[in-house]
């Protein structure tokens, strides 16, 4: 494709026709904005008007839900500047280079779990035991420490191995929100908290994942709202989400923008992972669903998952 100074295209290859989806004969003498419309030739003219300048230029583009390669380069036509301007559609080729950017993060992010953060549970564990060891004696305190980190790096493992394989759905079914909240609440100690499940909903989904979804959430509402602390789940208004929120302390605004990092934990049960929310999120990203931190009307935390599809 060669183009001139006022963006217009005065002579289109082959190479172009699947990108604009035009024939070449109703591309030549038509300017950027007539073919792709204004915001795709506001995204183009710097690269053109660079590439008029003297420079060439690569960069990657998407139009219509594809992902395009384009090169310029700089030509001299009878002493007047023009652009000369080739394009290739790379979406399968990004996609996969995305995917497995993902993969290789995600893999990064587990082995840094298992040789950073279980190494201080691991050591108070170890302390613990030289100094039963040296006393000859076995406090209560002292097991109870033991049994604590223990405790937690048994949970960092079990959230990690959790974490390495969210960007996969194993086993899509047919199932409903309370089924998988109720499941879930029967494998949390829950001490003398309650569950109120108010709608029914029937959704498709990962049930094994999304067991794993509500029992962090369930842990996160009993590690900062306490053993008596009310959960409530339901759907939203729309069908095309769910609920889950507590009658906790709630989170404040500052944090909600980093609650689902990894490593975060300010509740008073120190033998949480610290994934647990950063495991929500993923889960949610895995469905194509989406997850925003609001606050409950009781003034607790608010956890609203939306993009659902609801099924009869």
């Known amino acids: 494709m060669l183009f001139d100074t ?14 604009s989806k035009r024939e070449a004969t109703d591309m030549e003498g038509k300017t950027i904005n007539e073919l792709f419309g204004e915001s795709a030739g506001a995204e183009l003219e710097p690269e053109l008007r660079a590439t008029l300048g003297g420079d060439s230029r690569s960069f990657d583009m998407t139009y219509d839900d594809q992902i395009h390669h384009i090169e310029t380069r700089p030509v001299t036509i009878d002493g007047a500047p023009f652009g000369v301007l080739v394009t290739q559609e790379v979406t399968g080729e990004r996609e996969t280079t995305i995917e497995l950017e993902e993969k290789t993060e995600r893999l990064e992010m587990v082995a840094s779990i298992l040789s950073h953060d279980l190494r201080n549970p691991l050591n108070v564990a170890l ?12 406090s209560q305190e002292s097991l109870s420490e033991i049994r604590r980190a223990l405790t937690r790096m048994d949970t960092i493992m079990e959230d990690a191995h959790v974490l390495a394989r969210t960007t996969t759905l194993n086993d899509v079914e ?9 499941s879930a609440w029967l494998t949390v100690p829950t001490e003398a908290a309650t569950l109120d499940v108010k709608d029914e909903l029937t959704l498709e989904a990962d049930s094994g994942l999304m067991r794993n979804l509500f029992e962090n959430l369930i842990r996160n509402a009993i590690s900062h709202g306490g053993p008596t602390v009310g959960v ?5 208004d729309t069908q095309r989400g769910f ?13 909600r923008d980093v609650v689902f990092d990894s490593g975060r934990t300010s509740g008073d049960d120190k033998s949480h992972s610290g994934l647990g929310l950063n495991i929500v999120q993923e889960i949610v990203t895995a469905h194509g669903w989406h997850i925003e931190v609001t606050d409950a009307t009781s003034g607790g935390a608010r956890f609203e998952i939306t993009g659902v599809t609801p099924h009869e």
């Open 232 to 236: 409530h789940v339901g759907a939203l």
């Open 174 to 182: 047919r199932t409903t929100l309370r089924s998988l909240v109720e």
């Open 6 to 19: 006022d963006l217009r295209y005065r002579m289109v290859g082959p190479d172009v026709l699947p990108f």
């Open 243 to 255: 609920y889950f929120e507590d009658d906790g302390s709630g989170i404040d605004v500052e944090r």
């Open 127 to 138: 302390g613990h035991l030289d100094e039963l060891q040296a006393e000859g004696t076995a």
